[in-house]
């Protein structure tokens, strides 16, 4: 029996259609749902769509989203081949290259890029078990062609001509496992793939995720500076995470549609180094000092929040792969000239004192196009006083990094 066909697309990503009240735009989730009445059998993904159709209530957009979504898609539908009998040809364009795509991250991650109607190719690469996610996920009706690379000598091939590199490989903590004990892994991992992206796509935008962030990002530009090709710009440390987790707890807390919350996460990527600026969310809210404290602690204690709950059996996989989507989104559409995303990440920065430092971010079609400092003034004095308590600890995990590749000279 035939069916109508509807797929969504729904990766929350940074948008911004000019927010009135504010002078930034704030970080919201986007969901497109493309639907036909073709029958399934004839159903081809992201191409079969006729119309698109932005429902505020069902795909979290408001009306202004919803309008401009609309009317960017018009001319696309408009300009589409005239012998094809779908009025929607997405402009996949874009290579991303997954390292460590079979792990607990790198597998969903994978899947919801593959989702993406702007990736024409989605590289997967590790070392083990690879070959069986990529014909898995080769299987899904979207724009992107999925090749698998396993081992070393595939490594370089996996990444010629990437416009996105993503970083999740290495070990996973468990429980009683602080980021730190994850470091002496970890840290040799990334510097060994960072090192063949340095070969081999100098120019790529590249998200670390693998932890600890604070110390794994400062390796990787430390390896970029001594290949040569260290631009501070294309270089982040994905903590897009904090910034989920923030809006969805506030939103809870405060009986908030999701759509409207945007809480500002600045510092770092690990315990006390990560802090929410609950008095800079949006919509503007009121807070007890309790709830400040509360909410502050449950945010920089998710992830042993969910360790503890697999008890043993992984970590923070699901919601990390989201929220690296989420930024890998974000990553694309200031590739493909969206002049508005904006999103919180760990990158190089002259907003304090230390050389590396999470905060909102613009970016454009280069890498970071700015820095935003204005999270940073008329915080509270809880905020205050948490960003100077934070300082020493996040110097220390940067400088660890740092000492980790002069220590071991890069590869030539």
Same mark, same amino acid.
């Given at each position: 029996?035939?069916?109508?066909?509807?797929?969504?697309?729904?990766?929350?990503?940074?948008?911004?259609?000019?927010?009135?009240?504010?002078?930034?735009?704030? @970080?919201?989730?986007? !969901? +497109? *749902?493309?639907?036909?009445?073709?029958?399934?059998?004839?159903?081809? /993904?992201?191409?079969? @769509?006729?119309?698109?159709?932005?429902?505020?209530?069902?795909?979290?957009?408001?009306?202004?989203?919803?309008?401009?979504?609309?009317?960017?898609?018009?001319?696309?539908?408009?300009?589409?081949?005239?012998?094809?009998?779908? /009025?929607?040809?997405?402009?996949?364009? #874009?290579?991303?290259?997954?390292?460590?795509?079979?792990?607990?991250?790198?597998?969903?991650?994978?899947?919801?890029?593959?989702?993406?109607?702007?990736?024409?190719?989605?590289?997967?690469?590790?070392?083990?078990? +690879?070959?069986?996610?990529?014909?898995?996920?080769?299987?899904?009706?979207?724009?992107?062609?999925?090749?698998?690379?396993?081992? !070393?000598?595939?490594?370089?091939?996996?990444?010629?001509?990437?416009?996105?590199?993503?970083?999740?490989?290495?070990?996973?903590?468990?429980?009683?496992?602080?980021?730190?004990?994850?470091?002496? $892994?970890?840290?040799?991992?990334?510097?060994?793939?960072?090192?063949? +992206?340095?070969?081999?796509?100098?120019?790529?935008?590249?998200? $670390?995720?693998?932890?600890?962030?604070?110390?794994?990002?400062?390796?990787?530009?430390?390896?970029?500076?001594?290949?040569?090709? #260290?631009?501070?710009?294309?270089?982040?440390?994905?903590?897009?995470?904090?910034?989920?987790?923030?809006?969805?707890?506030?939103?809870?807390?405060?009986?908030?549609?999701?759509?409207?919350?945007?809480?500002?996460?600045?510092? /770092?990527?690990?315990?006390?180094?990560?802090?929410?600026?609950?008095?800079?969310?949006?919509?503007?809210?009121?807070?007890?000092?309790?709830?400040?404290?509360?909410?502050? @602690? *449950?945010?920089?204690?998710?992830?042993?929040?969910?360790?503890?709950?697999?008890?043993?059996?992984?970590?923070?996989?699901?919601?990390?792969? #989201? !929220?690296?989507?989420?930024?890998?989104?974000?990553? &694309?559409?200031?590739?493909? /000239?969206?002049?508005?995303?904006?999103?919180?990440?760990?990158?190089?920065?002259?907003?304090?004192? &230390?050389?590396?430092?999470?905060?909102?971010?613009?970016?454009?079609?280069?890498?970071?196009?700015?820095?935003?400092?204005?999270?940073?003034?008329?915080?509270?004095? #809880?905020?205050?006083?948490? &960003?100077?308590?934070?300082?020493?600890?996040?110097?220390?995990? $940067?400088?660890?990094?740092?000492?980790?590749?002069?220590?071991?000279?890069?590869?030539?």
């Amino acid at each position: 029996m035939a069916a109508a066909s509807a797929t969504t697309f729904s990766i929350g990503s940074t948008v911004s259609f000019g927010s009135r009240g504010s002078p930034l735009p704030q @970080a919201k989730p986007f !969901a +497109v *749902r493309f639907t036909s009445q073709n029958s399934l059998a004839s159903f081809s /993904g992201l191409k079969a @769509a006729t119309s698109v159709n932005c429902e505020s209530e069902s795909s979290f957009l408001g009306k202004e989203s919803s309008a401009a979504l609309r009317g960017s898609f018009a001319p696309k539908a408009q300009k589409a081949d005239q012998r094809s009998q779908y /009025g929607l040809q997405p402009q996949a364009s #874009y290579k991303v290259a997954i390292l460590g795509a079979s792990g607990g991250i790198g597998q969903p991650l994978a899947l919801l890029i593959k989702m993406s109607p702007l990736v024409s190719a989605l590289n997967l690469y590790d070392i083990a078990n +690879v070959k069986g996610v990529a014909a898995d996920l080769s299987h899904c009706n979207t724009p992107s062609e999925v090749l698998d690379f396993t081992g !070393a000598s595939e490594l370089g091939n996996c990444l010629k001509g990437a416009n996105v590199v993503v970083i999740p490989a290495g070990v996973p903590r468990k429980p009683g496992m602080t980021r730190d004990d994850l470091f002496n $892994i970890n840290a040799n991992i990334v510097k060994t793939l960072v090192e063949a +992206v340095a070969d081999n796509c100098p120019d790529a935008f590249i998200h $670390i995720i693998s932890n600890p962030v604070n110390s794994t990002v400062p390796i990787a530009a430390e390896v970029l500076k001594q290949k040569g090709v #260290y631009d501070p710009k294309k270089l982040f440390g994905v903590t897009t995470l904090d910034v989920v987790r923030a809006n969805t707890f506030v939103a809870q807390k405060k009986s908030l549609k999701l759509i409207n919350v945007d809480v500002p996460v600045v510092g /770092g990527h690990a315990g006390i180094t990560i802090l929410p600026l609950l008095s800079k969310t949006k919509p503007s809210v009121t807070f007890t000092d309790e709830e400040v404290e509360q909410l502050t @602690a *449950r945010i920089q204690n998710a992830g042993t929040e969910v360790v503890e709950a697999k008890a043993g059996a992984g970590s923070a996989t699901l919601s990390m792969a #989201y !929220a690296a989507a989420r930024f890998v989104e974000s990553s &694309l559409r200031a590739l493909d /000239g969206d002049g508005d995303v904006y999103e919180c990440s760990f990158v190089q920065s002259d907003l304090t004192d &230390l050389p590396f430092f999470a905060s909102r971010i613009k970016l454009g079609r280069k890498g970071v196009e700015a820095l935003i400092p204005s999270d940073l003034v008329g915080l509270s004095d #809880y905020e205050e006083k948490a &960003l100077e308590a934070l300082k020493p600890e996040l110097k220390a995990s $940067i400088e660890k990094g740092i000492a980790f590749v002069q220590k071991q000279p890069v590869t030539a």
